[in-house]
């Protein structure tokens, strides 16, 4: 089995003309459409179905945009003994 990925669009009549590899010539061939653009319509859920308040992005989105946030010293980092290969499993 032999799987060949592209993507087109149906034109306003319906139709949809598919240009396959030249390999695939004079073969007898068992095609399946997948609609993408259904599943992830149908898969897209709205904030307050995932847990999210109603409104609390409309409410907190920019709300530091004025603010002069400061990035404070992250302090040294401790050094370790590295680690020897022959001690790995």
């Known amino acids: 089995m032999e799987t060949v990925k592209l993507t087109t669009r149906v034109d306003r009549e319906g139709n949809l003309t598919i240009q ?10 068992e095609i399946i459409l997948v609609d993408q653009q259904n599943k992830l319509e149908k898969s897209a859920k709205i904030p307050e179905e995932l847990g999210w308040l109603p ?3 409309e409410k907190t989105a920019g709300c ?3 603010e002069n ?4 010293p992250q302090g040294e980092y401790e050094n370790r ?9």
Do not use: C, Q, T
């Open 20 to 29: 396959l590899p030249k390999d695939l010539a004079d073969r007898e061939l």
């Open 55 to 57: 409104g609390f992005f």
């Open 64 to 66: 530091l945009a004025n």
């Open 81 to 89: 003994e590295p680690i020897e290969k022959e001690s790995l499993p």
């Open 69 to 72: 946030l400061v990035r404070y």
